[in-house]
């Protein structure tokens, strides 16, 4: 009878313990290095990576555009700076592309402290969300492809949960030609492949390849997804929340007027104990942000054109979004909207 009751004590704490656990805390997660989908559809994620120059976005944007393909552009906090307005055309582009972390000055991150670490990734993701209004998380890739464990712990705690590199390399960079381009990529291509490919002039052959990359890949029934989509990864402008230290599932739908159960299904989370510091979760029953708007503070030396021509727009334009009658009138510490 004694043996019994033990028994039947055990299944009572077991059934209830996940009632007494939400308690349990986050631990610190890494970021996961993926170099494919794990998927037997016919899907495959076309990548650029964004350097100083963006010399082929224009005829990138415009051949996907003609072609209704999706892709994903990892972004660099140079290139941004230096073609902000080719970084708001990725961002404002149909279809809509996914936009990705690809560090501020292209740095081997193995070779980098955690803070520095950070620190490439936030200037990067704070410039990208000023100019577009979207956010680079949560996916990252590594300039040069250069990770390890202690990259993908930093990158992780910065709210970075994928490290994207790829299976196929059209090594694009080295100024190959289109031929040699597809060559690389249309026989190579199996369900879930992720190719890399760069926007800069250095790679000549990749607005040539790309017509003829999609149609040959579209012939073999491939459709073509973002990254997210391909790894199934929350839909970008959604509502999201970064889990910090001491969090729990319980403390976060809390915070947001959620359910425990309502949290857990939007972010597919099977066992409520198991969230991880950097994780970026879903909130369920939330809109996209609007775009931030984009401001410019006037500084000693500064014309009307010359922030015209920093921001890729129209003296014209400028003037009318700033109520400007005189464009020879413009004070310093004055607070431009850059018109979209």
């Known amino acids: 009878m004694h043996g019994k009751w033990i028994r039947i004590i055990m299944i ?25 989908g794990s998927t037997t559809s016919k899907v495959v994620a076309l990548t650029f990576d964004d350097g100083a120059d963006g010399g082929n976005i224009t005829k990138i944007l415009s051949i996907l555009k003609a072609n209704n393909v999706k892709a994903t552009f990892f972004l660099t906090g140079t290139g941004a700076n230096n073609h902000p307005q080719l970084i708001k055309n990725i961002a404002t582009a149909t279809p ?19 803070t520095q670490m950070t620190s490439e990734l936030s200037k990067t993701e704070n410039l990208i969300k000023s100019l577009t209004g979207r956010t680079t998380k949560p996916i990252f ?12 712990a930093a990158v992780g705690n910065a709210g970075y949960t994928k490290t994207i590199q790829w299976n196929i390399d059209t090594t694009d960079w080295k100024g190959i030609s289109s031929t040699a381009i597809l060559a690389r990529v249309v026989p190579n291509i199996v369900p879930g492949s992720i190719v890399l490919m760069h926007t800069g002039a250095g790679a000549p052959g990749t607005p040539v390849a790309l017509p003829s ?42 915070l947001y007027n959620v359910t425990v159960a309502a949290l ?3 972010n597919n989370i099977t066992n409520y104990n198991l969230i991880n510091v950097g994780q970026v979760l879903v909130i369920p029953g939330t809109t996209p942000p609007p ?3 984009v401001t410019y503070t006037v500084k000693a030396g500064d014309t009307l054109y010359s922030i015209a021509t ?23 510490g004055q607070v431009l909207v850059i018109p979209k």
């Open 264 to 266: 857990a299904k939007a």
């Open 96 to 114: 809509t592309h996914q936009l990705g972390n690809h560090s501020y000055t292209h740095p081997d991150f193995t070779k980098l402290t955690a």
């Open 213 to 254: 990359m999609i149609s040959q890949l579209k012939a073999k029934g491939y459709k073509f997804v973002t990254i997210s989509e391909l790894l199934k990864l929350p839909p970008s402008g959604s509502k999201t929340y970064t889990v910090k230290s001491g969090d729990t599932l319980y403390k976060i739908a809390n």
């Open 310 to 332: 920093k921001y890729g727009v129209t003296v014209t334009a400028l003037a009318s979004a700033n109520k400007i009658t005189n464009v020879n009138l413009i004070s310093v």
């Open 12 to 36: 009572v704490l077991i059934s209830l313990f996940p009632f007494f656990s939400y308690g349990l805390t986050a631990d610190a997660a890494s970021s996961t290095f993926v170099t494919k």
């Open 291 to 293: 775009p931030t708007t």
């Open 141 to 152: 890739r590594a300039p040069f492809g250069a990770s390890n464990s202690a990259v993908l």
